[in-house]
């Protein structure tokens, strides 16, 4: 008689993975951009990523999540938050990996695609752990809104872009690194940014300004873009944390937001006395000053999104392929196999999709007017289906381990309290489904979907009529923003079709077009037709 208890049928811990060599789907997302096979720094992201050593820093960064500290013993507003040491390891190996700025700076003729590769270790870093990305996509997300004024340019970028974690309270010249964060939203408005009652006083060469926000995420960095009431209208302005006299600016932390996940990342109540912003544009132009910002910020949502996805679809691989039931191995069982396919091919196309949006910021920036277009308005598209896939996804990974997925040791609790955050933030939905509806009013962003569809043409009949699909929502302009979810929706799934179709395996397009566009789908993951090769699918997956 078997011993009852030995522990035994209980998958191994995951670790030794190289992230980045065994995602084939990655890889193939990669290749029509730029050939990053051999990249040597997404190998090393992708080995530190799969690592026991990373695994061992990602639940207690969030099992001990950032404490407030207002005032030190003797009554003195200090205003600093205390992370444990796992979140600054998981900073220290982001920054070095270059991924808050370096691409900014980085020369053409030293890496042809610096956007696309960085979207690529930001994608696999996430799969260690999220939370600690907000401050690294705020960073890079900076950097193009810096870029409205030369002088804060030249003061801010070289150190944002710097590969360097340096937390000392310091003035920027004389830090070894600075990272950024961004104060838009408050009580009353949300992301209705224009009902922003902060005020900005001229005074001098600078502002102060007086108000607050009622999320400012990574309170601790170095900078920050806030939004604020200037004479002549909204407008964005820079703040440090510390004056160039080394004196502290103004920047009193009332709470940090108990959240729902995010746990290792601080999210504050700021409120601003006083507070010294130097005006980053033009008085009243502010909205218009934070677009390239928002760009970035979005792209990363997607990405992370991405990551989240695709460390679900390893971990849910994983353990079916080493836990047996009911006479087999979970992973040889049909309905398990039809299960981690159909996550599979999800995973797979919010990473194709995720890459091309990064090739496109790579050619928008080299200034192809196409490129940009595209960007315009795939970005929304992106943003909204992607995000809003997640939680599903995540939720059904879950539910491959049973019950060992719903305890925190497993990793699992993690990702699907995460999984719904990048809906939310930079625009939950609706903002993003009505934002396509606004890059559909310039004809150059319909062009370059369309040019997209018409790369694949006839290639598939099913795509073919669900672009027509759209064509037909697009004429009913009466009911249009009743509609623009729908047609969000619809207009990412034909993208993501298009991109599989030219560039992964046609047994993975064409479960992803039956499934998604055809309607052979049952409306929960696991049940793709029941004629779809799973093997295949999975083998190139998670081989």
């Excluded at 004479?231 to 600016?249: H, I, K, Q, T, Y």
């Amino acid at each position: 008689m078997a011993d009852p208890f030995a522990v035994t049928n209980q998958a191994p811990p995951l670790r030794g993975v190289n992230f980045f060599t065994q995602d084939r789907p990655l890889g193939d997302a990669l290749r029509p951009y730029a050939d990053l096979t051999a990249d040597p720094g997404l190998g090393r992201i992708g080995e530190l990523a799969g690592s026991e050593e990373a695994r061992a820093h990602a639940l207690p960064a969030n099992q001990n999540p950032p404490v407030l500290r207002t005032h030190d013993r003797y009554g003195n507003r200090i205003d600093e938050v205390e992370f444990h040491p796992s979140w600054h390891w998981l900073m220290e190996q982001a920054v070095g990996f270059g991924l808050q700025a370096a691409p900014w700076t980085t020369q053409p003729s030293d890496h042809p695609a610096p956007h696309l590769t960085r979207a690529a270790g930001f994608y696999l870093w996430s799969q260690v752990e999220p939370g600690h990305g907000c401050p690294i996509s705020m960073t890079y997300a900076a950097v193009p809104a810096l870029r409205a004024d030369e002088q804060l340019a030249k003061e801010w970028v070289p150190q944002l872009a710097s590969t360097r974690y340096d937390v000392r309270r310091l003035p920027v010249a004389a830090k070894h690194g600075v990272l950024a964060g961004m104060g838009m939203t408050e009580k009353q408005g949300g992301s209705d940014v224009r009902a922003n009652l902060t005020t900005a006083t001229p005074a001098g060469d600078v502002y102060q300004l007086n108000g607050h926000k009622w999320f400012c995420s990574a309170p601790q960095v170095d900078l920050f873009l806030v939004l604020a009431q200037a004479p002549d209208g909204l407008s964005c302005f820079v703040v440090p944390r510390v004056l160039a006299d080394g004196n502290r600016n103004p920047f009193a932390l009332q709470r940090l937001k108990d959240k729902l996940g995010n746990r290792s990342n601080a999210s504050s109540e700021v409120e601003f006395h006083g507070t010294i912003g130097y005006r980053l544009g033009d008085e009243g132009a502010g909205v218009r000053t934070i677009i390239e910002m928002v760009a970035a910020t979005r792209l990363d949502c997607v990405l992370g999104s991405a990551a989240l996805q695709r460390r679900a679809l390893v971990e849910a691989a994983w353990h079916t392929r080493h836990r047996s039931a009911f006479g087999g191995l979970l992973a040889d069982k049909p309905a398990m196999q039809n299960v981690l396919a159909d996550l599979a091919i999800e995973s797979e196309a919010a990473t194709a999709l995720g890459m091309r949006l990064a090739a496109a910021v790579d050619a928008a920036t080299a200034g192809d007017p196409q490129q940009a277009a595209f960007r315009r308005i795939a970005l929304p598209l992106a943003k909204f289906w992607v995000c809003k896939r997640t939680p599903f996804m995540v939720a059904e990974a879950l539910e491959c381990l049973g019950g060992n997925g719903y305890v925190e040791e497993s990793g699992l609790p993690l990702l699907y309290r995460e999984s719904p955050l990048n809906s939310i933030w930079e625009g939950s939905g609706n903002v993003n489904a009505l934002d396509v509806l606004r890059a559909l009013r310039r004809p150059e962003s319909l062009d370059a979907w369309l040019t997209e569809m018409a790369a694949v043409q006839g290639a598939d009949q099913r795509l073919d009529a669900a672009v027509n699909d759209v064509l037909q929502a697009l004429a009913d302009t009466e009911n249009a923003e009743a509609g623009a979810r729908r047609l969000a929706g619809q207009m990412a799934l034909c993208l993501q079709a298009s991109l599989l179709i030219r560039h992964s395996a046609p047994e993975v397009a064409d479960a992803f077009v039956a499934s998604r566009l055809a309607g052979d789908w049952g409306g929960v993951f696991g049940t793709l037709p029941r004629t779809t090769p799973f093997d295949r699918i999975l083998e190139r997956a998670i081989g």
